[in-house]
């Protein structure tokens, strides 16, 4: 009876770990005024998280961040009428499913944070939504933030002053491999990309058809009304 018990646990919990996930609620119909449970099956998480491993830094992270929000949208499209949705409001008007800012605001608020949970986004932290009012008009975004320090990753030491003799050391002596780690370890050269902590950034899928990856811009370029022009 004994081991049919750890045999009926190992079974159970086997299957319980394989159909593990995220479940959010995802809404929709303008407003979110339609709430749907959705559940993210680690599964169809993997290629998400796999697509932001391979960032090396904020910039492609940012890429990857747009491409993932755009394929777990796909995956909720799945289980809600969301796969309706297309960009802006008048190419969807009275459909089912169909998502204004806000609903698109809300949602990939939620991914981001599903991402952040589990450790995936290292260069970026996420942000609540974002407003910009032009004229009468408001519009509503998800953000993030740019990191000081990636996550998981040491700060990087600050670099050692060379005394003033040491070059005149190194020209006198046969040194290849001592100039050549020096020559490794100093920092890049004036005009090479750098990433900008605090710097902040709208991830917006309200600009694009169901499933496709979400716009990502400064937020001070979003905030002057930067973005496809879609109504």
Known sequence: MVLRAVLFACVMWCCGAAHAGASLDVCFNYGCASTMPVTLADGRLAAAGKMLSEASDAATERAAIARAVGMLLR???????????????????????????????????????????????????????????LLIFQHFSAAIEELDVPLGLPPVPPPVAVPDYVPTMLAL????????????????????????????????????????????????????????NVQ
Request: charged residues 25%; contains cysteine; proline residues 10%.
């Open 173 to 228: 002596c046969d040194c290849s491999e001592v100039i050549a780690d020096i020559a490794q370890d100093a920092p890049p050269p004036k005009g090479a990309p750098q990433g900008v902590p605090g710097a902040r950034f709208v991830v917006d899928s309200w600009f694009v058809d169901h499933g496709e990856p979400a716009v990502v811009l400064p937020l001070a370029e979003w905030l002057n009304g930067e973005g496809p």
């Open 75 to 133: 995956v909720a499209g799945e289980q809600t009428p969301i796969a309706a949705d297309r960009a802006g409001n008048f190419l969807d008007d009275g459909v089912e499913g169909r998502m204004d800012c806000i609903d698109h605001a809300t949602n990939t608020t939620r991914l981001l944070e599903v991402m952040a949970a589990r450790g995936w986004l290292r260069f970026h932290r996420v942000l609540p939504p974002e407003r910009r009012t």
